[in-house]
């Protein structure tokens, strides 16, 4: 039985995501903390995430958890969602601040007035369901097709500076990477939480993870 601490620093959708987690039937324990010392003896992490990039830097500053986070990054099983995946890169053009460097690259604003094939302005931000094109195996997408449907929120997306940590893209305006991975952490724009069946799938498959992935 492992402990799967969610981390709380006030700004993410914690109480869906617990949930969720809960409800794929996992003897795990399932707890959101924002104490260093339960991210300390957790055995996988859960980085949810929304709002805006700045304010979530200066909460989880506040609050002491920066350090926690890296600390547990280096070495569980991790899970970024949101802007928990934005919060793992050098920095955003979200306030000009910078994130925590644990993935090389930056998070970027989708540009505006851009039409699609039809000729209508796409919409800022991407909001609803969208696919997932599966670029690199890995274990949480284990029994998911490529091409499901999963919920998306968000103005920014993130830039890896290499390619080969991006597993999947999607398409909307220009295509941006919707899921990324390195080692033992895996992250993705999306929200697996309101994610339907699919979603839930990811969720039992990051629980049944050990944290290994060569890439």
């Not at 039985?1 to 949930?19: F, I, Q």
């Not at 300390?40 to 995430?49: N, T």
């Not at 350090?67 to 306030?95: D, H, N, T, V, Y």
């Amino acid at each position: 039985m492992a402990l799967v601490v969610v981390v709380d620093y006030g700004m993410g959708n914690l109480r869906s995501v617990e949930k969720a987690l809960g409800h794929v039937g996992t003897s795990d324990v399932i707890k959101v903390s924002g104490d260093p010392a339960d991210i300390a003896k957790a055995d996988k992490i859960v980085f949810p995430g929304q709002g805006a990039m700045p304010d979530c830097m200066r909460e989880l500053e506040s609050r002491k958890l920066i350090e926690p986070i890296r600390i547990a990054s280096a070495k569980k099983p991790f899970l970024g969602i949101c802007i928990g995946l934005q919060l793992l890169f050098e920095c955003s053009a979200e306030g000009g601040v910078d994130g925590l460097g644990l993935i090389s690259g930056e998070v970027r604003k989708f540009a505006p007035n851009k039409l699609d094939e039809g000729g209508s302005k796409f919409k800022v931000p991407h909001m609803g369901w969208n696919t997932v094109d599966i670029c690199h195996p890995h274990p949480i997408f284990e029994g998911i097709d490529s091409d499901e449907y999963f919920y998306f929120v968000h103005s920014y997306f993130v830039e890896p500076l290499k390619s080969q940590v991006v597993i999947g893209k999607t398409a909307y305006i220009n295509g941006f990477a919707s899921a990324v991975a390195s080692k033992n952490i895996v992250a993705v724009q999306f929200h697996p939480e309101k994610s339907q069946q699919s979603g839930l799938r990811m969720l039992s498959n990051f629980l049944s993870w050990n944290g290994h992935w060569s890439g």
